[in-house]
């Protein structure tokens, strides 16, 4: 069972424009959401968090949303630059488990 | 500061044999986890360390095995290889906070990218 899921498994975006990345998950344990970005031969690179605590965090170009009765959280990266294209994980963990529950992944592909 | 290594990078082995990888985390880091990569799958759980201990576990066979040493080092074992645990490993770190309670922030290494033939 997979509970956390990223519906897209890619997504085209042009330069300049927003990148809108989605996840959505089951489990109502989940209280600490992250998105991870990886780029070939290397492992994730975290890029930012939201606390079941908050609907929104900021990060200079990248805002990360949370919809608690929607069970979904989305990613936008604005404006979307050629070396934001990489694939794009959702994870999530719960209270008191330290493990985290990965999606399947986005790959993101910026055109020039 | 280093950020989080594994050895080796890329390891062919046969079936039936066994494989044991290294991380290292970032200095200061007590808490390690271990999560295997395969295309479709994303990152599955493996297992999560912290002073010396296993905290908690994925779910995998008893084949897949690891150990934390007394300077948070980790490696991790898989016995009897199949087919099928070709896959890219992936070790992370993290910071626990004064309760024992985790940073959910975790920092990958490169991975381990296993072979199996």
């Known amino acids: 069972d997979q509970q956390v899921k990223q519906n897209s498994p890619s997504l085209s975006v042009q330069e300049g424009r927003i990148s809108i990345l989605n996840c959505d998950y089951t489990?109502?344990?989940?209280?600490?959401f992250l998105w991870y970005k990886k780029y070939p031969a290397e492992g994730p690179t975290f890029l930012i968090s939201?606390?079941?605590?908050?609907d929104k965090n900021e990060d200079g170009r990248f805002t990360v949303f949370l919809n608690k009765s929607a069970k979904h959280l989305s990613l936008h990266i604005v404006p979307s630059q050629p070396g934001d294209s990489a694939v794009y994980f959702c994870?999530?963990?719960?209270?008191?488990?330290?493990?985290?529950?990965f999606g399947t992944g986005t790959r993101l592909t910026i055109i020039p | 500061k280093a950020g989080v290594t594994q050895t080796p990078r890329y390891l062919i082995k046969t079936r039936g044999q066994q494989v044991t990888l290294s991380c290292s985390p970032i200095?200061?880091?007590?808490?390690v986890s271990w999560y295997q990569q395969t295309p479709g799958q994303g990152l599955q759980f493996l297992f999560e360390?912290?002073?010396?201990?296993?905290?908690n576990k994925g779910n995998f066979p008893g084949r897949f095995s690891g150990r934390q040493f007394s300077n948070s080092r980790s490696e991790m074992n898989v016995s009897t290889l199949e087919l099928g645990d070709s896959a890219l490993y992936l070790c992370?770190?993290?910071?626990?906070?004064?309760?024992?309670?985790?940073?959910?922030?975790?920092?990958f290494g490169p991975g381990t990218r296993l072979t199996v033939t």
């Open positions: 992370a770190s993290s910071l626990v906070g004064r309760k024992g309670t985790i940073n959910y922030e975790q920092y």
């Open positions: 489990n109502s344990m989940f209280d600490y």
């Open positions: 939201i606390s079941s605590i908050k």
């Open positions: 994870a999530a963990s719960a209270r008191g488990n330290e493990k985290l529950t």
């Open positions: 200095s200061g880091h007590r808490s």
């Open positions: 360390y912290f002073s010396e201990t296993q905290r």
